[in-house]
């Protein structure tokens, strides 16, 4: 028999990317296996201040967003939909999706059908270079 679990999020760590081209983006684990005595159910919350972003990439699985704090706009397959408190988003498994930039602090609720966030295979697409910038033409002597 399971039991149920409480977690307290002002207990929980923040955690983000170890490449910071994959974002700047912070996040509180809440249920993952391995963190707490759960099951078939990833969830946390996300966090977002001003300049911040969360880059392009996939997964597999679905996943379910749900503003709390603030408000942004995350892209899913090229199309912005608009994150504030009590919008739910669902994105498909396998969308390309992400938070470009935030002007102002932003927070949500995420979740997966997984039983830990390790199972999670993020595939982040390649951040675009900087153009060069344009050679001037050169003057006749």
């Known amino acids: 028999m399971r039991a149920a679990i409480s977690v307290d999020a002002g207990n929980c760590p923040e955690a983000t990317w170890d490449d910071p081209a994959k974002g700047t983006i912070r996040w509180k684990t809440l249920l993952s296996q391995g963190m707490t005595a759960s099951d078939s159910l990833v969830c946390g919350i996300a966090l977002m201040a001003p300049g911040e972003f969360f880059a392009f ?5 679905a996943e379910v967003y749900f503003g709390i704090e603030g408000e942004g706009e995350v892209v899913i397959d090229g199309v912005p939909h608009k994150l ?3 919008i739910a988003l669902f994105i498909p498994g396998g969308a390309v999706h992400g938070v470009p930039v935030v002007s102002a602090p932003l927070k949500w609720f995420y979740t997966f059908a997984r039983d ?3 199972q999670i295979a993020y595939s982040f697409l390649p951040v675009p270079a900087e153009p060069e910038p344009p050679i001037p033409p050169q003057r006749a002597a």
């Not at 990439?57 to 699985?61: G, T």
């Open 84 to 86: 504030a408190p009590g």
């Open 116 to 118: 830990s966030f390790d």
């Open 57 to 61: 990439h996939s997964h597999p699985e």
